[in-house]
């Protein structure tokens, strides 16, 4: 991976999904700062009251940061809705990849990988310890399991958060009931959310077997190499696409 | 149930953390006024109330409401004044002025998303209207369902204990340094009700129960609260339905706190335990990489 200047480059990203990527970044990190905010009670917050009492001498009230939130909120969705409206093709091979499971490979790649992660290669085979690792197609389970929260917590968030906002931005008479268990639920999947986040960012940001796949967020392209290591039923079709071109 | 109540210090943390909160909107003007009798109550004598509803008229003039004929708290009646009688004796009919209690712990201001809900060092628990979303949380809470909205300026609303009658705060606008007590307690005709000191109330109202009987409603109903009330009899005997000494929450509010932060808690700790052990071994290896022949050091880190 060391000559990956020279080396071929394949395409795996387009520009539509980069954009879309790092403006979920942007929003969710807003979203999560000011959700956050919002918690005033000092037995639900978990981070602690530091942050609300923050944004509060910011803001100078709460409702304000309310406004930020929700705001934030919507304006994500209408441009995800936008995307998902004119790319529809893209999100549909992303659903289409993240659906696609075989027990039997997963099942080892999730067990392998994850103690190849923590155990590291030396030890494995020390151990007398297989270091194969079932090839993958475009995304491997981490990334897919990793999808399907995104997209479970994603709809539950969306739902949850607009009847909120119609609730109190443009009824301006909720239903309490209602609300009260939508901020509840609003409140456990975005909280379970973030610890699915943090392995995605510590995979993305920090490990440094995945840098090729940070690079390829902002350029769209892996090294051959990276790909045939990483995903090879993915460079396999890929390959199989071109000669027959 | 224990972990719904607030322990001392917490409750310190939390009034404190309120304290911070900045003076503004409806309060503009002339910033914190300290305490200087601690904690005031008001006192309502069932007892002696004649339902002359005076009080009801003052409250209504002071604060410009539109004098609904109601005997239920909305969002434009801070208070009521409600008949109730004895189970035991129907035909024993005494009035009961209701409003909000301002709980000394109030669970109402614990709820709110906004933190729109103060509760003072002088005892008024007040909804900062300005900072309102009316999402509707605090009346879910209250254990005496208090608060309720005002349609028209979309906002919840509820009785603040005048306390811009004596802290020389604003509220919609009004404030006055010259009264020393909410608008409805000067307008009782036959002196039902009373305004002072928390420990001086509930002195002046022992000694009367100890003259004609009843019940002292306020001392440890919902945590206690800053509104006394004597009650011929126990509320139960008075058909009323009495809170918890302990703080009630909302199954949602109790989710929040008992059921999702112990689920996100333990899920962050995990996926930060997962992350942790990555670190290391990236550390780990990058180690062995670069100093692959020293085998001692090699040997201590997979030890
Ligand atoms: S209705 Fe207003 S005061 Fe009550 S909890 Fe919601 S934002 Fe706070
Ligand atoms: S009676 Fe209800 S509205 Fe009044 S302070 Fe207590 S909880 Fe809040």
New interface residues.
């Given amino acids: 991976m060391q000559d990956n200047t020279q080396e071929r480059q394949i395409h795996r990203h387009d520009n539509a999904a980069i954009f879309m990527h790092w403006f979920n970044t942007v929003c969710w990190m807003v979203l999560f700062i000011t959700g956050m905010g919002l918690i005033f009670d000092p037995h639900v917050n978990y981070l602690g009251m530091w942050l609300p009492d923050f944004l509060v001498s910011v803001f100078g009230s709460g409702k304000t940061v309310a406004q930020i939130h929700m705001y934030t909120g919507v304006g994500w969705a209408l441009v995800f809705f936008v995307f998902f409206l004119f790319r529809f093709k893209m999100y549909a091979h992303f659903v289409r990849e993240v659906m696609s499971i075989n027990p039997a490979r997963d099942f080892t790649w999730m067990v392998r990988k994850n103690l190849q992660l923590l155990l590291g290669k030396n030890l494995l085979k020390k151990l007398g310890l297989s270091t194969e690792i079932p090839p993958q197609p475009f995304y491997n389970v981490g990334q897919k399991l990793f999808a399907h929260q995104t997209l479970v917590s994603g709809m539950l968030l969306f739902i949850t958060g607009l009847y909120m906002f119609v609730a109190v931005e443009i009824l301006a008479n909720p239903n309490p009931e209602f609300w009260v268990w939508a901020r509840a639920i609003h409140f456990l999947i975005a909280g379970l959310f973030l610890a699915g986040l943090l392995v995605h960012f510590y995979m993305a940001a920090i490990s440094s077997e995945e840098r090729p796949a940070l690079k390829s967020m902002f350029t769209g392209e892996v090294s051959e190499s990276y790909a045939k290591h990483h995903h090879k039923l993915w460079y396999q079709e890929v390959k199989d696409e071109t000669k027959k071109e | 149930m224990k972990?719904?109540t607030?322990s001392n210090k917490?409750r310190r943390?939390?009034l404190k953390?309120l304290a911070?909160?900045?003076v503004?909107?409806s309060f503009a003007g002339s910033g914190e006024a300290r305490a200087t009798t601690g904690v005031l109550a008001k006192l309502v004598d069932t007892t002696k109330c004649i339902g002359a509803l005076r009080c009801k008229s003052a409250c209504d003039s002071w604060n410009r409401l539109p004098a609904e004929r109601t005997t239920e708290l909305t969002g434009r009646t801070f208070m009521v004044v409600k008949r109730i009688s004895q189970v035991r004796n129907r035909e024993k009919i005494s009035f009961l002025k209701w409003q909000c209690q301002h709980c000394q712990n109030p669970a109402c201001a614990?709820?709110?998303?906004?933190?729109?809900i103060r509760k003072f060092d002088q005892g008024a628990v007040v909804i900062?209207e300005?900072?309102?979303?009316?999402?509707?949380?605090c009346?879910?809470a209250c254990p005496f369902d208090v608060p309720k909205?005002d349609?028209d300026m979309?906002v919840t609303r509820k009785c603040h204990l005048c306390f811009n009658r004596y802290t020389g705060l604003r509220y919609h606008g009004l404030k006055s340094r010259t009264w020393s007590k909410p608008a409805c307690v000067g307008s009782c005709p036959v002196s039902a009700l009373d305004f002072g000191p928390r420990e001086d109330m509930i002195r002046k109202a022992r000694a009367r129960i100890r003259d004609v009987g009843g019940y002292l409603y306020g001392v440890t109903e919902a945590g206690g609260t800053d509104v006394l009330t004597i009650l011929r009899e126990e509320p139960g005997k008075m058909g009323m339905v009495a809170p918890p000494a302990e703080l009630y929450y909302?199954p949602?509010?109790s989710?929040?706190?008992d059921?999702?932060?112990p689920?996100?808690?333990i899920?962050?700790g995990?996926?930060?335990l997962?992350?942790a052990?990555?670190?290391a071994?990236?550390i780990?290896?990058?180690l062995?990489e670069d100093s692959d022949d020293d085998q001692n050091d090699d040997q201590k880190k997979?030890g």
């Avoid at chain 2, 614990?110 to 729109?116: E, G, H, L």
């Avoid at chain 2, 300005?130 to 949380?137: F, M, N, Q, R, T």
């Fill in positions: 972990k719904n607030l917490d943390v939390f953390s911070l909160m900045p503004a909107g614990r709820v709110c998303p906004t933190k729109a900062v300005d900072k309102c979303i009316a999402c509707g949380s009346h879910l909205f349609f979309g909302h949602a509010h989710f929040m706190s059921v999702a932060k689920l996100i808690v899920a962050l995990l996926s930060g997962t992350v052990g990555m670190l071994q990236e780990a290896t990058s062995r997979e």
